[in-house]
């Protein structure tokens, strides 16, 4: 995961909004989304890893365990229970919500 660390900018974000759109994400914020382009910087200390998001509306922040799960509030509300893993060269985040009625994700980040 070490190929991973530094500052890298999105670019691409394959059916981005139909993904916002199914977790309810209303329009506003779905347009600031689909229209930004965030800055992610990825760094790592003692175990724990860090993958810090700037975009011009929102900075935010997220540090982990490879492998250990951990309680995560996501930047549209939900309450989940997430796992982040490495997985073919790939950073993999399972979020699980755990509010009855909400959705679960899987995103997978790669270069």
Do not use: C, H
């Not at 059916?15 to 382009?37: D, H, Q």
């Amino acid at each position: 995961m070490d190929a991973f660390k530094g500052k890298f900018e999105r670019i691409a974000a394959e059916n981005y909004e139909e993904f916002l759109k199914a977790l309810n994400v209303g329009f506003l914020l779905r347009k600031a989304a689909t229209v930004s382009t965030p800055v992610m910087e990825v760094s790592e200390a003692g175990g724990t890893w860090s993958l810090k998001t700037s975009t011009t509306l929102k900075n935010m922040e997220l540090k982990f365990k490879l492998g250990e799960e951990f309680d995560e509030t996501t930047p549209d509300g939900r309450e989940t229970r997430a796992v982040v893993t490495f997985d073919d060269g790939k950073i993999v985040t399972v979020q699980t919500a755990k509010k009855a009625g909400q959705k679960s994700t899987r995103s997978v980040r790669e270069m």
